[in-house]
Each structure stands twice: as C-alpha cells, then as structure tokens.
C-alpha cells in the first residue's frame, strides 16, 4: 500500500480521478471558502501564486473575502503611501 498524500491510499485517488496537486487545490479553495485559510495561505497551501488562486476562486463562483474592515486599512495604508 503506497500513500501518494499522507493517510490517502492511492487507489482512492484512482477512483476520485484527482491528482495530488488538484487534491491540494480543491482542498486548499475548501478551506479558503469556510474561512479557515486567508487567501494568501491557501494559494500557498495549493502551491499556486496568489493571482492563480484567485482565477481558480472565480472559475468556481466562490467570491473573495473582503470586509469593510478590509476596506477600511486598505484606504489607511494608501493615504499614508501618498504621504511619502
């Protein structure tokens, strides 16, 4: 019995039709979406850059998180940018 990711045996993966790096990808956009991972996290935890992670979001529907609190520091850190 050969484990392509830690606990999973590979005939599993065999009849799921995923690789290892859709496996990390789906996973990783799972816990993104239950708000577990930040999106820079999970575009890590996947092994994608940022830019890539957020396609694979939109290709899916799943929108970004992004409060007004967001918002709100963004803006801070923009002015105290123009300061400079």
Do not use: C, W
């Not at 820079?40 to 979001?57: C, M, P, V, W």
């Amino acid at each position: 019995m050969r484990y392509i990711i830690n606990g999973i045996d590979d005939s599993i993966l065999s009849k799921i039709k995923l690789t290892e790096v859709e496996i990390k990808l789906e996973f990783s956009i799972f816990l993104y979406q239950n708000k577990k991972l930040t999106i820079y996290r999970a575009s890590k935890l996947a092994g994608i850059n940022f830019i890539e992670f957020q396609k694979q979001l939109a290709l899916r529907n799943i929108p970004i998180h992004y409060s007004k609190l967001d918002l709100d520091m963004d803006l801070l850190t923009i002015e105290s940018l123009e300061k400079l």
